[in-house]
């Protein structure tokens, strides 16, 4: 048998970790990749006012058209900003049941407050993963509309 503050270390803290970490990954990412397309996006019609005959400033123009258009399709395929929402939800609703778990307030004032922590954690984890798997096979409202 475990004991709670095993638990606590060694399952509870670790998932927080791990969903905080992801989390703070995916926002970073998908941060980066908007800046960049908002950027190229941005320089395409100042470089359209310089192009006139030159050749490069066109290839540039096409070269950073393809870039927004990679960008995009990227995020749209990554759903960055939805796991980084999603990591985070999870993160911060497995804190509150530590914390709660650890203050025993309610539900965690009665005398099986153990057994009922593992429960709720164990069926936020089990949720979340089905729901992952479930985007992994379904496509996205954006893919299917594609």
Do not use: C
């Not at 969903?19 to 395409?44: C, D, M, P």
């Amino acid at each position: 048998m475990i004991s709670p503050e095993d638990y606590i270390e060694q399952r509870l803290n670790d998932q927080i970790n791990w969903y905080g970490q992801k989390s703070r990954t995916n926002q970073l990412w998908f941060k980066r990749l908007r800046f960049a397309e908002i950027v190229a996006a941005a320089v395409i019609p100042f470089l359209a006012g310089f192009a006139g005959e030159s050749l490069s400033i066109k290839i540039a123009i096409g070269a950073l058209g393809v870039v927004v258009a990679i960008i995009a399709s990227l995020l749209a395929l990554l759903r960055l900003q939805e796991h980084w929402i999603n990591y985070r939800a999870i993160a911060e609703a497995l804190k509150t049941e530590k914390f709660l778990f650890l203050t025993q307030t309610q539900p965690y004032d009665t005398g099986d407050a153990f057994h009922f922590l593992v429960q709720r954690v164990e069926a936020l984890l089990s949720k979340e993963n089905t729901e992952w798997m479930q985007s992994m096979i379904k496509p996205s409202k954006e893919e299917g509309d594609a």
